[in-house]
């Protein structure tokens, strides 16, 4: 695997390659970003990863300094799947060589609802920084996860509107056997808050129970789940039954109907805050 830190060097890496697969992370990977990149070795070659904490999609308060960075560690992770061929591991000047005054800000209602409520700066941040590398990979494919659901949402719809020649491919969420998502901040949950973290999965294959059941009446599904939450102890932003296709409210009669559907939650445990999600189909 070659260690690029410019983008002059990946472009020279890159050069006369056809089908190239990228998988964009922050690091401080686990086994869950690693079957990102054998899945994006399966639709190109070669597949390119990248690891750059980007500051732009860091709200003022949250953990942009905090957060794990561990390139050495990272790069023996990446060379012993032998699947990438090129890892881009720039720092903020060479990928923001000036202040980053053209941004890319989510319009529609996709960006503003959910997280986009809750971090009303995230996707701009994420969208602007995508849109940055994709310039520099200039990638066929590309890989996210769907942890992350609303962001994979928001980047097929970039893609969709700059006409960018990028195909999207989601790969299902890791999980640990206990059920909770694989997450590079797990790690700062203590040993008690690691043994409570599972039970906002188990949260969510509750809430789709009932609307798989036939109950059409999500809101008081949402409101049941938060006040679970709170009970034990947690600090919930939304637990929320969307449609998979846009991410707005279903309606009592596409639910009747059998509209695919995903609930998604975003609660703080102690000073971590998780993130999670599940599909499913109503009335199955």
């Known amino acids: 695997m070659k260690v690029v830190h410019s983008i002059e060097d990946l472009r020279n890496q890159l050069r006369g390659q056809l089908r190239v697969a990228f998988v964009p992370t922050m690091g401080n990977l686990h086994a869950a ?18 690891i750059f904490v980007n500051r732009l999609q860091f709200g003022p308060h949250e953990d942009f300094d905090r957060y794990p960075r561990t390139l ?50 995230f996707f701009m941040g994420v969208s602007t920084v995508v849109l940055k590398l994709f310039s520099c990979v200039q990638p066929q494919v590309a890989v996210f ?44 949950l203590s040993a008690d808050e690691r043994a409570e973290a599972p039970q906002l999965y188990g949260l969510l294959q509750q809430v789709r129970d ?11 599904a949402e409101s049941q789940a938060l006040q ?5 102890g947690w600090d919930p932003d939304y637990v929320s039954v969307r449609r998979q296709r846009d991410l707005l409210a279903p309606t009592a009669a596409e639910i009747h109907e059998g509209e695919p559907l995903v609930v998604l939650t975003a609660a703080r445990l ?7 999600n599940l599909e499913f189909q109503a009335g199955r």
């Open 72 to 121: 050495a560690q990272d790069i023996e992770k990446l060379e012993g799947e032998r699947d990438v061929y090129v890892l881009f591991a720039p720092d903020e000047r060479e990928l923001y060589p000036e202040p980053q005054n053209f941004r890319i800000q989510p319009g529609d209602a996709l960006g503003k609802i959910l997280e986009g409520e809750f971090r009303p700066d």
């Open 145 to 188: 996860g769907k942890k992350d659901y609303q962001q994979l949402m928001v980047v097929r719809a970039m893609c969709r509107q700059f006409q960018l020649p990028v195909e999207i491919l989601a790969h299902e969420t890791v999980r640990d056997p206990d059920g909770l998502a694989l997450s590079s901040r797990n790690r700062y």
């Open 270 to 276: 102690g000073a971590t805050r998780l993130i999670d």
């Open 228 to 232: 679970t939450l709170r009970d034990r």
């Open 210 to 220: 009932m609307i798989a059941s036939g109950r059409s009446d999500c809101a008081a």
């Open 33 to 50: 970003h690693l079957s990102l990149m054998r899945l994006a070795r399966q639709h190109g070659d070669p597949v390119v990863a990248s």
